[in-house]
């Protein structure tokens, strides 16, 4: 349920008012974490949630919107892959299903964010650099995600304390901070740099309705700011994971051993996803050109779903990796998304008055 805490004034925002939530506070969609309990969990207690459907189905999909939909009447969001085959159809269901938010991980094309305005979604795609933010604002987005280096996930060089306010200075469309936040004080420091909010995938990943398996949460509350590595053996692209279990080993491991655990990993993805061996082949081709890979690169890239899934679901910290923010080394504990969104905008509420203050 929302929670009651009245917000400070500057917490109404522009994001508040373009997806019609409570508190400028997004969770952002993860792969395999972002699931229908997680996203309408958080939407229900003021925020953004945002169901994470690059591993899903078109099926899980529609299942999960579904869901949501059955759990709150409040926005919520889904992160969409722009180069899945059936991106299109993906995003008519959005727009059929009365979704208020299209996310993608990456920028996409110029005529699948036509396609969203033209059926009512606001579109947020997630961006690491000026340039890119300039290109999908020209194009048409709503708002952009802006991550810095401090993000899990596939992440840049440029940290979020300078990425945020240049990107600010530099288009007119919202912007939403990301990298580095878990609390009412970052909430505070992101509109300082002229950010409408914030988006969080550790601090949410670290929540009771998050379907992380619990030892795995336990495992992250262990970790300092120092204990995540960045690093492209897993799919070509830098991103950054919890330097746990399989990832000092995938590090060391010879390239021709790699390739060869990569295509068993396709092939075990094949049969877990139900994803076809021609839609399978024409992702990697789209991300062969999209990042300027090599084809051994590419069948590598096939190891990502596998070995998430090994951790995040199945608790296999010892075969998988996960992927985390340097945040994770602040994060001491488990609450539900109503209690960690009720404590953000408390504290920031404090922050303000106290900044606002007679001296």
């Known amino acids: 349920m929302t929670t009651t805490i009245a917000p400070h004034p500057a917490l109404k925002t522009r994001i508040t ?122 194009w048409g987005a709503d708002a952009v995600v802006v991550q810095g280096a401090e993000g899990g996930g596939h992440t840049g060089v440029v940290p979020t304390s300078l990425l ?66 960045v690093t492209s053996e897993i799919d070509g692209v830098p991103q950054r994971l919890l330097n746990a279990g399989q990832i000092g080993r995938l590090q060391a491991t010879s390239a021709p051993r790699r390739v060869a655990r990569a295509i068993r990993s396709a092939v075990l993805f094949h049969q877990i996803s139900g994803t076809s061996w021609p839609d399978m082949i024409r992702e990697g081709i789209e991300m062969k050109k999209e990042h300027d890979l090599p084809w051994t690169q590419v069948i590598m890239a096939a190891n990502a779903p596998v070995l998430y899934r090994s951790v995040l679901l199945n608790g296999r910290t010892d075969i998988g990796v996960s992927a985390s923010g340097q945040v994770v080394g602040l994060i001491d504990d488990i609450p539900s998304c109503a209690e960690l969104i009720e404590r953000i905008v408390r504290e920031a509420n404090e922050v303000l008055a106290r900044l606002g203050g007679p001296r």
């Open 17 to 138: 008012q373009l997806f019609g939530i409570d508190y400028p506070i997004v969770q952002t969609g993860m792969g395999y974490v972002s699931d229908a309990r997680l996203t309408a969990a958080t939407s229900a207690a003021g925020g953004l949630g945002i169901i994470g459907s690059g591993l899903m189905s078109y099926e899980e999909l529609a299942e999960a919107i579904a869901t949501v939909q059955s759990l709150t009447d409040k926005p919520f969001g889904v992160n969409v892959r722009a180069n899945q085959p059936d991106v299109e159809k993906r995003i008519d269901l959005l727009i059929r299903c009365g979704v208020k938010v299209a996310s993608f991980a990456l920028a996409p094309r110029q005529d699948l964010i036509a396609r969203c305005k033209d059926g009512g979604l606001v579109v947020v795609p997630s961006i690491g650099a000026v340039r890119h933010a300039e290109k999908v604002k020209a």
């Open 164 to 229: 945020l306010p240049q990107v600010a200075g530099a288009v007119d469309i919202a912007v939403i901070g990301a990298g580095g936040f878990f609390d009412g004080r970052g909430l505070v420091a992101a509109l300082a740099y002229g950010a409408a909010g914030i988006a969080m995938g550790t601090r949410f990943l670290l929540t009771r309705e998050s379907p992380v398996a619990p030892a795995v949460k336990e495992l992250y509350l262990t970790k300092k700011v120092t204990d995540t590595v």
